[in-house]
Each structure stands twice: as structure tokens, then as C-alpha cells.
Nanobody, 118 residues
Framework: QVQLVESGGGLVQPGGSLRLSCAAS????????MGWYRQAPGNERELVAE???????TYAATVKDRFSISRDNDKRMVYLQMNSLKPEDTAAYYC????????????WGQGTQVTVSS
């Protein structure tokens, strides 16, 4: 059974930092592209950042230079370091795993809420 379990969300003031973690089980973690998506109320889910099995990273323009994605294949973990947080970063953040060649092999976590407010 595949599980992606996020943690690390919470309430933070503008300009603050949070680190999200995602623990993966039930998949061949090292071959998967891992990503973080977010969805604010009334908005579609959007890609925040992703990291390939080889370590290539991609970021949304709105978070580039503020957020950093990383992975630890030994621990089967993916992280999202979020700095200089803004109120517009408020959303539910979801961990995503997708196989690079098997289109149907896509998995989601349950989400963790990030709220940026003073």
C-alpha cells in the first residue's frame, strides 16, 4: 500500500519559515519524481516544486528563490524548505509521487495546511 504522509505545516507570520516533510512508503522511492503542490480555497491545485530521481529541480515562478525542495532516498523522504513566506503562500500543501515512465503511477498525500498570517 502506497502512503505519502506530510508533516510540518502550521501558522507562521509573514517573512517566516517552515519546513515541510513527506514520508513515502510502498513505492520504489528512488526512481520517482517527487513534488509539492498546493491548493488554496477557490483555486486549482498548482505545482510548487518537484525533484527528479537524478536531483533536477523545478520551481513555480512565485516561489523560486524562496523555496527549496530536497530528497533523501535512504530515508524515503522529500522536504520543502519555505523561507520569506507571504500571505499568498497560504494553502494546503500536498506531496506527490509520479513514476517517470508509468503514467498511471501517481500518488498523493493527504495534505498539510500552511497559513501565513500576522
Amino acid at each position: 500500500q502506497v502512503q505519502l504522509v506530510e508533516s510540518g505545516g502550521g501558522l507562521v507570520q509573514p517573512g517566516g519559515s517552515l519546513r515541510l516533510s513527506c514520508a513515502a512508503s510502498g513505492i520504489g522511492f528512488s526512481v520517482y519524481t517527487m513534488g509539492w503542490y498546493r491548493q488554496a480555497p477557490g483555486n486549482e491545485r498548482e505545482l510548487v516544486a518537484e525533484i527528479s530521481s537524478g536531483g533536477t529541480t523545478t520551481y513555480a515562478a512565485t516561489v523560486k528563490d524562496r523555496f527549496s525542495i530536497s530528497r533523501d532516498n535512504d530515508k524515503r523522504m522529500v522536504y520543502l524548505q519555505m523561507n520569506s513566506l507571504k500571505p499568498e503562500d497560504t494553502a494546503a500543501y500536498y506531496c506527490n509521487a509520479k513514476h517517470p515512465r508509468i503514467i498511471r503511477s501517481v500518488y498523493w498525500g493527504q495534505g498539510t495546511q500552511v497559513t501565513v498570517s500576522s
